[in-house]
């Protein structure tokens, strides 16, 4: 009974870090930690997709997927060494960058920032401006964009207060804004009788790779086959996802079921666009350039976010 039990715990530890087998005669498998920073969701699926797969175990690399939750600050999780990867954003590494963390960019999901903000349609807004000229409330997090927007619209009318999670109150309220992804919230929004209107923030010209996979600079430096092989089972993975998603997004509804099953298609589907580009499928998935990144550090240090000692070429590789 012992040796059962034990069995069982093995596989579904299996389950949870992503299924990886090692394949027979196949490369000597590195055990590593991926953290996430939100729960099992499509923005994640092709990381998913890689293990359940098998990306990472032809690529040698054992990965363990931990999602760390609402707000966590994964750069630090992996700047103190204590996950050997991590998902966040180009804007925040080079915030981190700025704090002298030794953290880098490997692999871009999002090439077209996903992040939006959401309106009743009932109001009659006609772009993002509107929403911050306008009276009204926005449920919104005090992050880099945010300050984007509200310099560029100043002076700004609508209250902006703190974002908690969910779109109950934006459903309570007619005047109620609030910042969301737009493949996500706004999906969950119409399956409940909302009447959301959506505004896409890179449209007004702030647009960070969003999802990129980072790591310690040291390990580029010192494992850099672990770093190359790590970004080329993420790319496999992406592209598995993209093209086959159903059976990836029941793997995640199991470990996030407060996402229904249609959500998680409809999600799947509405990223696509945001995820593959003509310059992806000339470059490749995941690929980042030197412009985006340049561009993003004079949009930051615009704000006062960071200064002029950002290198942003110190900030991502494409292995």
């Known amino acids: 009974m012992f040796w059962r039990i034990a069995i069982l715990c093995s596989c579904c530890a299996a389950l949870i870090g992503g299924c990886n087998k ?3 005669n196949g490369p000597s498998v590195g055990a590593v930690q991926l953290t996430l920073d939100w729960k099992p969701e499509p923005e994640f699926g092709g990381f998913y997709a890689a293990g359940q797969d098998g990306a990472f175990s032809r690529h040698g690399l054992n990965v363990t997927i931990t999602p760390a939750g609402e707000g966590a600050d994964t ?31 490997i692999f871009a999901v999002y090439q077209t920032f996903p992040q939006g903000i959401m ?8 772009s993002i401006k509107d929403v911050f000229v306008q009276p009204g409330v926005l449920l919104a997090e005090d992050n880099s964009w945010l300050h984007f927007l509200e310099n560029k619209f100043a002076p700004v009318k609508v209250q902006i207060t703190n974002y908690s999670g969910g779109i109950a109150e934006f459903l309570a309220d007619k005047n109620i804004s609030q910042q969301c992804f737009v493949t996500s919230e706004p ?5 409940q009788g909302g009447d959301p209107q959506t ?19 040291d390990l580029r430096r010192n494992n850099p086959e672990q770093v190359k092989s790590m970004a080329a089972a993420c790319r496999e993975g992406w592209r598995d996802y993209l093209d086959h998603p159903d059976a990836i997004n029941a793997t995640m509804h199991g470990l996030n079921p407060d996402m229904d099953l249609q ?40 704000l006062g976010v960071i200064d002029s000692s950002v290198d942003p070429g110190q900030c991502f590789a494409n292995p």
């Open 199 to 217: 505004f896409l923030i890179a449209d007004e010209g702030f647009n960070p790779y969003t999802t990129v996979v980072i790591c310690k600079g």
């Open 187 to 191: 999906i969950l929004a119409k399956h």
């Open 119 to 126: 309106a009743h349609q009932s109001r009659g807004f006609k």
């Open 22 to 24: 090692t394949p027979a």
């Open 75 to 105: 750069w630090q999780l992996v700047a103190t060494g204590k996950t050997d990867f991590a998902t966040s954003s180009a804007d925040q590494v080079l915030i981190a960058r700025k704090q002298n963390a030794d953290v880098i960019a």
């Open 263 to 302: 959500t998680f298609g409809e999600a799947a589907e509405a990223q696509k666009p945001l995820i593959e580009t003509d310059e992806t499928r000339a470059a490749g998935l995941g690929t980042m350039t030197l412009e985006r990144w340049k561009d993003l550090a004079v949009q930051l240090a615009n």
